[in-house]
């Protein structure tokens, strides 16, 4: 027990970068009812993106506090751009079919985009080792923080600060609200419909790459498939919240994280439960509290759309 506050905060931490991937499912589903598979992928891009900014246009040696900003920018510019593009050229198309063709047409992009860096990007056949910053850890009590994880500490709730700021006060989000209501009618009012649709998938990638920079700092490495699982993570944690409720979006990632901490810490000390608390089994108990919320309350932990309560 005496190692509780640092699992919670490892929880906390990790639950924070869920949340920021699950805002990009939770916002595309709330507008267009679409769940966007290949978000995962587009997160790993992003990651892809800093990289790049960090290995091939900053010169040698370039302090980690300049570039961190410049990677940023760069992580945002590749996932909004292909999620963009996705939303153009392989969605909208497809946005009076049948919803599996939607759907097939995610999965399908999800694996195309593995492939492409797979095959194209240098070295991306084994993980490539992501720049760090120096110094620390820092010690809080018992409680130890990384110094890569500072920056999740500090981007997660501003993130989370501006984006309901943009949601709930400027124009453009309230007819994103609008449009999650009622499409048909918000265009009626006025409301560019694709053009928001276009935004939701712009904002959600936004929030990948902070989560995709994020991810890098605090493992250390990045490779083609970390998307896949972590995609299916932020999805599970989107469920969990309420799927279209932003809110519920970091919420359930938060719960997520700090239950899958909690189980690989302590199941094992359960009698007979020694085999069930090991990392391999993390993804597992992850999994089953998404059952155990959709059995006993599948609506999530929030319930509603916030575009019902504006």
Known sequence: MNELPQQLVNGLLLGSMYGLVAIGYTMVYGIVQLINFAHGEIFMTGAFGALTVYVYILPNGTSMWIALPLMLIGAMLVSTTIAVGAERFAYRPLRNAPRLAPL???IGLSLALQQAVWAWYPDAKSARTFPQIDGGPFHIGSVTIQTGDIFLLIAAPVSMAILGYFVMKTRT????????QDPDTAKLMGVNTDRIIVI?????????AVGAVAYGLKYGQIDFKMGF?????????AVLGGIGNIYGAMIGGIVLGVAETLATAYIADIPGMDKFGSNAWAD????VLLILVLLFRPQGLLGERVADRA
């Open 173 to 180: 989000g309230r007819g994103m609200q609008a449009t999650a």
């Open 104 to 106: 097939i047409t995610a």
């Open 200 to 208: 939701a998938f712009a904002l959600g990638a936004v929030f990948a």
């Open 229 to 237: 699982l972590l995609g299916l993570k932020a999805f599970t944690a």
């Open 284 to 287: 597992v108990w992850a999994f």
